[in-house]
């Protein structure tokens, strides 16, 4: 990695865009659609518009009122505890789908916290024979010659986000018809994601595989036709590997059933300079965290944010832009580009203050600086154990009856 440099973020924004392809001239795929603006002004104004009615209704369906929060959740322009209350003020229980989707994306963060590095790692014994082939180059450029994948793959490289049901369609092709390794398929699909998240991506590629579930999930032609309402189906020419009963794909996908063992993985972290030993206090800003509302950031301390080649590197252009985006809104945050460790060494930084994460990357960065862990608003006040947290049903259990404030309140 080059020496560090001190970033100046523009604030026209057609200026910002060309500034980090510039700055990021390795960084793939295209520039950040108009349809998406990183920060927080946005992601408010699209918390205040959703529709917890509409949601409930047809949020299974490809063109159905999703939220399209996940690229704020995830890299904290708001909490989910903001989303939680807003929607619960404004509908109650009506808002039950909808607080549930949120709960997901707290327990996948919970089960992230708990076990660490081990989710990039077979979590339990495949209940089915899974495949560990490589990832094909018709699946990365949206080859494949079936509409609907190659569909769900343009989505994904040209703006970043995929419909949650399409997610599910497309992992499980690629896992169960492609026989490919989950963890090569998590690591390709997250680079380009722009909620790009270790747990929710990397549990739900499990989740798919049945190395984080009870069983594999698959689909059929009449369910895709069903919720995509036929968009790729009618156009499309080849014999369809998904068009038969759950039954017959069952047996043709999965003729023995011999699971294994979990699969452990050694997680390399890369080597980092070393940093001499200084005494002033910072508040580091990580990727989890970008937003001026931030109680840590609001600190009257020296704040640095770094775009990090290790943590960063892979990540896709229109990602990288959104993320400047957030950081416009932040003006009191130095933006570097270098080595954290580098940057924090020669800024004469000994300790920093920052959010907790479960991310042991960024953990492992600062550990030299001494971090001081600020606890990240909880979605619920409460302990769960490492047994709940291996089913979201069990977490459910516990947590839903506190979001929902009803004691008697069970799994919708």
Same mark, same amino acid.
């Given at each position: 990695?080059?020496?560090?440099?001190?970033?100046?973020?523009?604030?026209?924004?057609?200026? /910002?865009? !060309?500034? @980090?392809?510039?700055?990021?001239?390795?960084?793939?795929?295209?520039?950040?659609?108009?349809?998406?603006?990183?920060?927080?002004?946005?992601?408010?104004?699209?918390?205040?518009? #959703?529709?917890?009615?509409?949601?409930?209704?047809? $949020?299974?369906?490809?063109?159905?009122?999703?939220?399209?929060?996940?690229?704020?959740? /995830?890299?904290?322009?708001?909490?989910?505890?903001?989303?939680?209350?807003?929607? /619960?003020?404004?509908?109650?229980?009506?808002?039950?789908?909808?607080?549930?989707?949120?709960?997901?994306?707290?327990?996948? +963060?919970?089960?992230? =916290?708990?076990?660490?590095?081990?989710?990039?790692?077979?979590?339990?014994?495949?209940?089915?024979? @899974?495949? $560990?082939?490589?990832?094909?180059?018709?699946?990365?450029?949206?080859?494949?010659?079936? &509409?609907?994948?190659?569909?769900?793959?343009?989505?994904?490289?040209?703006?970043? =986000?995929?419909? $949650?049901?399409?997610?599910?369609?497309?992992?499980?092709?690629?896992?169960?018809?492609?026989? *490919?390794?989950?963890?090569?398929?998590?690591?390709?699909?997250?680079?380009?994601?722009?909620?790009?998240?270790m747990a929710s991506n990397h549990l739900s590629w499990q989740w798919v595989a049945s190395s984080f579930s009870s069983k594999p999930y698959y689909f059929n032609k009449e369910s895709l036709a069903r919720y995509t309402g036929e968009?790729?189906?009618?156009?499309?020419?080849?014999?369809?590997?998904?068009?038969?009963? =759950?039954?017959?794909?069952?047996?043709?996908?999965?003729?023995?059933?011999?699971?294994?063992?979990?699969?452990?993985?050694?997680?390399? /972290?890369?080597?980092? &300079?070393?940093?001499?030993?200084?005494?002033?206090?910072?508040?580091?800003?990580?990727?989890?965290?970008?937003?001026?509302?931030?109680?840590? *950031?609001?600190?009257?301390?020296?704040?640095?944010?770094?775009?990090?080649? $290790?943590?960063?590197?892979?990540?896709?252009?229109?990602?990288?832009?959104?993320?400047?985006?957030?950081?416009?809104?932040?003006?009191?945050?130095?933006?570097?580009?270098?080595?954290?460790?580098?940057?924090?060494?020669?800024?004469?930084?000994?300790?920093?203050?920052?959010?907790?994460?479960?991310?042991?990357?960024?953990?492992?960065?600062?550990?030299?600086?001494?971090?001081?862990?600020?606890?990240?608003?909880?979605?619920?006040?409460?302990?769960?154990?490492?047994?709940?947290?291996? +089913? !979201?049903?069990?977490?459910?259990?516990?947590?839903?009856?506190?979001? #929902?404030?009803?004691?008697? =309140?069970?799994?919708?």
């Amino acid at each position: 990695m080059s020496k560090p440099r001190k970033l100046q973020i523009p604030d026209d924004r057609s200026e /910002r865009l !060309f500034y @980090i392809k510039r700055m990021f001239p390795q960084a793939s795929g295209p520039d950040l659609k108009d349809a998406w603006h990183g920060g927080r002004h946005e992601a408010q104004r699209r918390l205040s518009g #959703m529709d917890a009615l509409a949601y409930e209704r047809n $949020h299974h369906f490809l063109n159905g009122a999703v939220t399209r929060l996940s690229p704020y959740l /995830r890299h904290g322009c708001i909490t989910l505890n903001e989303a939680c209350n807003s929607i /619960r003020a404004k509908y109650g229980a009506k808002a039950e789908k909808l607080i549930f989707a949120f709960a997901w994306r707290d327990y996948w +963060r919970q089960v992230w =916290y708990r076990f660490g590095d081990d989710i990039l790692s077979d979590m339990e014994a495949a209940k089915v024979m @899974i495949g $560990h082939d490589p990832l094909a180059d018709d699946i990365r450029n949206g080859t494949t010659g079936l &509409p609907c994948m190659d569909g769900f793959i343009s989505d994904l490289l040209t703006d970043g =986000y995929v419909h $949650h049901h399409a997610r599910m369609w497309f992992a499980a092709y690629v896992l169960h018809w492609r026989k *490919v390794d989950w963890r090569a398929a998590a690591d390709w699909y997250q680079e380009h994601l722009l909620d790009g998240d270790m747990a929710s991506n990397h549990l739900s590629w499990q989740w798919v595989a049945s190395s984080f579930s009870s069983k594999p999930y698959y689909f059929n032609k009449e369910s895709l036709a069903r919720y995509t309402g036929e968009k790729y189906c009618a156009s499309c020419t080849k014999t369809c590997p998904f068009d038969d009963s =759950y039954d017959g794909l069952h047996i043709k996908l999965f003729p023995e059933v011999i699971p294994g063992s979990p699969e452990q993985h050694k997680v390399d /972290r890369p080597t980092r &300079p070393a940093v001499s030993t200084q005494t002033a206090l910072a508040v580091f800003v990580h990727d989890e965290m970008l937003s001026a509302a931030n109680p840590i *950031v609001q600190q009257s301390l020296h704040k640095i944010f770094v775009f990090d080649d $290790h943590l960063h590197g892979k990540w896709s252009l229109n990602r990288l832009q959104f993320m400047a985006d957030c950081l416009n809104e932040m003006p009191e945050v130095d933006v570097w580009l270098g080595d954290a460790r580098e940057v924090l060494a020669e800024r004469g930084i000994g300790q920093v203050i920052t959010q907790a994460t479960p991310n042991q990357e960024i953990r492992a960065m600062l550990a030299p600086f001494s971090p001081k862990w600020q606890a990240e608003p909880k979605l619920v006040d409460v302990d769960i154990s490492s047994k709940r947290l291996k +089913r !979201f049903s069990r977490y459910w259990d516990k947590v839903g009856p506190l979001l #929902m404030g009803n004691a008697e =309140y069970r799994q919708p």
